[in-house]
């Protein structure tokens, strides 16, 4: 898999709560969505061709002062070890909406292919990876760097470090 995006996080946790903080509905609301940031809504169908969507609310008074939905399936789920999931904006349905429809470059991949690994340190820490595949055009990774993605998931695995203490 060529790369596009990897953000990775040390998490001084055991991988079994990793993995619980990003599969359970009630754990995902502490965490999900960059700092300033709260979810609202996080609906989880953990298997196989399941579906999930998850709402993050921006601060009051900002530009992101209104839920924003992220949806996908399931593709592949191996407990305590990785997810592979699709990923899209969506409406509070988890019907798919362009991307530009919430700020985003005219560029950014209606749909990406996200990998998410829980690899296990030892001493009660997990390395977290988060991989977005490269997309097919020079102009959708520039739209997707531009996008804030990385920092804005640099700050929700902040949160998400938080949650697990």
């Not at 949806?71 to 969506?90: C, H, M, Q, R, W």
């Not at 530009?100 to 820490?125: A, C, H, M, Y």
């Amino acid at each position: 898999m060529d790369k596009g995006v990897v953000i990775e996080q040390i998490l001084n946790a055991p991988r079994e709560a990793v993995w619980k903080a990003w599969t359970e509905p009630e754990l995902l609301k502490k965490w999900w969505g960059p700092e300033g940031f709260t979810a609202p809504s996080i609906k989880v169908d953990l298997r196989e061709g399941g579906r999930y969507i998850f709402a993050m609310h921006g601060p009051e008074g900002s530009e992101w002062d209104h839920n924003m939905y992220s949806a996908g399936e399931y593709k592949e789920i191996v407990p305590n070890e990785k997810l592979v999931v699709t990923d899209y904006f969506s409406d509070s349905e988890g019907n798919m909406i362009k991307p530009s429809q919430e700020g985003q470059d005219k560029n950014f991949p209606e749909v990406t292919t996200v990998t998410v690994l829980f690899e296990d340190l030892g001493g009660k820490r997990t390395k977290l990876s988060i991989i977005y595949p490269r997309p097919k055009t020079q102009e959708q990774m520039d739209a997707m760097l531009k996008s804030g993605m990385k920092e804005g998931w640099m700050t929700s695995l902040d949160k998400l470090e938080k949650a697990l203490e």
